[in-house]
């Protein structure tokens, strides 16, 4: 299926691993321009910009102003915002509730809303002149499934699903798209870096990494027996930000390798 994205222009952030990384890749793939914003850069993002029409730019997503300098800086460079896939964020994992200090909770909050409450009021003004638009927000399985190690996170994305449904209805009748895609659990180096998610399970549960990473589709109720592949994600995200999708409005695609077992 051709996309029709060709020379779109795409802000993805969180990309220089995992599944922004790949969200950057498939839409390059695609013929967008993308603006790819991470703190550092690192060689796959690098390889990228070198093949594709990719943007790298250095930029801390957690402070108060970083997300509206990306935002500008993208129009400075293409004129225009088509998309902007707020993919940012991330868990620490902790014993539980009372593990979780008053600087985690707001730590999570400005990584996974904040920077898309930010880089969306800095996008929108844009994208409205236009009345054209896509906001792709990455939230998670764990907004509708809340596990106590992560409990943070889990209120937290549950709290940006809320969020993004809201932008869909106040800003879809003025032409921008909002969704969520909401991954399970998605083999990136959240999980298999040094000191990740996986080494954090292994200390707890006296396992090495390679064991961890193999247990958890069991671990996670995976009805695939596999750990779900960044590109995997992408490719959803990529059709939500196409004119394929224009009837698709404050959706949530969960693509979790059937983790959630009840209909929701
Ligand atoms: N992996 C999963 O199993 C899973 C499951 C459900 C939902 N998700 C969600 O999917 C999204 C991506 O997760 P992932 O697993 O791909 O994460 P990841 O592998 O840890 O990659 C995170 C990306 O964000 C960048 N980043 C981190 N802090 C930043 C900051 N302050 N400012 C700018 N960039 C920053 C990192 O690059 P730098 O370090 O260079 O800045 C990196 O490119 C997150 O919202 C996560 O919650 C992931």
Redesign the pocket.
Known sequence: MDLQLQNKVAIV?????????AVVTALAQEGVRVVA????Q?AELSELAERYAVQPVA????TADGPAKLVESAIAKFGRVDILIN?????HMQAGFLSISDEDWYRTFD??VMSTVRASRAVLPHMLEHRSGVIIN?S??NAHLPVTQIMDYCAIKAALTNLSKALAEEFGPQGVRVNTVS????L????DAEGGNADLIGTALGMDRETVLSQLPKMNNMTINRLIQ?AEVAAIVAFLASEHAAAIVGADYIVDGGTLKAVI
């Open positions: 952030t969180g990309a220089s691993k995992g599944i922004g990384l914003a991470s703190r550092g690192g930029v801390d997503l957690s993919n940012v964020g991330g868990t990584m996974d990455i998670s399985v991954p399970g659990t998605v990136t180096p959240q999980w960044p």
